[in-house]
């Protein structure tokens, strides 16, 4: 079982940046692929960007939306995944999700397994 809990969300004006962070709980954290995504109010939830378990290389993408300006990395000595957003717009607000594969699923799979509550980012205009 996999435990995920945010933080880093705020209102910061357009142009500006934030750096949001997911800590999980567990043992196997170094091997799970980490996960952002987004949902804004009277939206689906959609993908922000992903990056591969450390053995896999520690490989991202990105969702085209973001890419370029949202960079997410992960510290498996702490267990955190990252995402440094950058040149934020008024479309990226939305609250934040950080999920988590099990450690048994592919990269290629599109199914996330743990999820954590969300923070709230605000973009000013």
């Known amino acids: 079982q996999v435990q995920l809990v945010e933080s880093g969300g705020g209102l910061v004006q357009a142009g500006g940046s934030l750096r949001l962070s997911c800590t999980a709980s567990?043992?196997?954290?170094?091997?799970?692929?980490m996960g952002w995504f987004r949902q804004a109010p009277g939206k689906e939830r959609e993908f922000v960007a992903t990056?591969?378990?450390?053995?896999?290389?520690?490989?991202?993408a990105y969702a085209d939306s973001v890419k370029g300006r949202f960079t997410i990395s992960r510290d498996n000595a702490k267990n955190t995944v990252y995402l440094q957003m950058k040149s934020l717009k008024p479309e990226d607000a939305a609250v934040y999700y950080c999920?988590?594969?099990?450690?048994?699923?592919?990269?290629?799979?599109?199914?996330?397994?743990?999820w954590g509550q969300g923070t709230q980012v605000t973009v000013s205009s």
């Open positions: 999920a988590a594969k099990s450690s048994s699923r592919s990269w290629y799979s599109q199914i996330y397994d743990y």
């Open positions: 567990g043992r196997t954290f170094s091997s799970n692929t």
């Open positions: 990056i591969s378990s450390s053995a896999s290389g520690g490989n991202t």
